[in-house]
C-alpha cells in the first residue's frame, strides 16, 4: 500500500497517523512475505495492534469533542475492525505465519483501512474542516 495524496482526510494528525499506519502494514506485509519467524512478526503485530488503538482514540476523542452526528456508526466500524483484528491475531497465535495471515492482512486489514480511509474517514474529515469556519 502506497500512501498518497489522494488518502488525506484534511485533518493533518488523522493524516500523519494514516500514514504510519500505511507503513507499519507495508512493514508488516513484507515481513510475512519474507517468512519472517513467528517471534520476528510478533512484535510488527502487536506494534500494528496498538496504534490502531491509539489512532482510534484519536478520532473518538476529535468526534466526541466536536460533536460529530455519525460518530456512533464511525465507533461500530472501529470496534468490528478491532474485534476481526484481535481474531487475525489469535489465528498467528495459534498457526504462526502462513499464506492465511498474508492473505488476512492484504486481503482484509488493507482493504479494510482503504475503505475506511476513502468513506468513513473522509467524511469525519470534511465535518471537522467544516467545523473549525
Not at 498518497?4 to 504510519?20: F, R
Not at 519474507?34 to 512478526?41: E, G, I, T
Not at 491475531?89 to 482493504?111: E, I, P, W, Y
Request: aromatic content about 12%; charged content about 25%.
Amino acid at each position: 500500500m502506497e500512501w498518497s495524496k489522494d488518502y488525506e482526510v484534511g485533518v493533518p494528525l488523522i493524516d500523519q497517523q494514516h500514514q504510519s499506519l500505511f507503513a507499519q502494514l507495508n512493514e508488516l506485509n513484507a515481513a510475512i512475505t519474507a517468512k519472517r519467524s513467528q517471534d520476528a512478526l510478533e512484535p510488527l503485530l502487536e506494534f500494528l495492534g496498538d496504534y490502531v488503538v491509539m489512532h482510534f482514540s484519536t478520532e473518538r476523542e476529535l468526534m466526541t469533542r466536536h460533536k460529530y452526528p455519525a460518530s456512533m456508526e464511525h465507533f461500530a466500524e472501529h470496534e468490528a475492525f478491532v474485534k476481526a483484528f484481535l481474531e487475525m491475531k489469535q489465528q498467528f497465535h495459534d498457526a504462526g505465519s502462513s499464506l492465511r495471515l498474508a492473505t488476512m492482512v492484504n486481503g482484509f486489514v488493507c482493504s479494510w483501512l482503504l475503505k475506511h480511509v476513502l468513506g468513513t474517514d473522509r467524511k469525519l474529515g470534511y465535518f471537522l474542516v467544516q467545523s473549525k469556519r
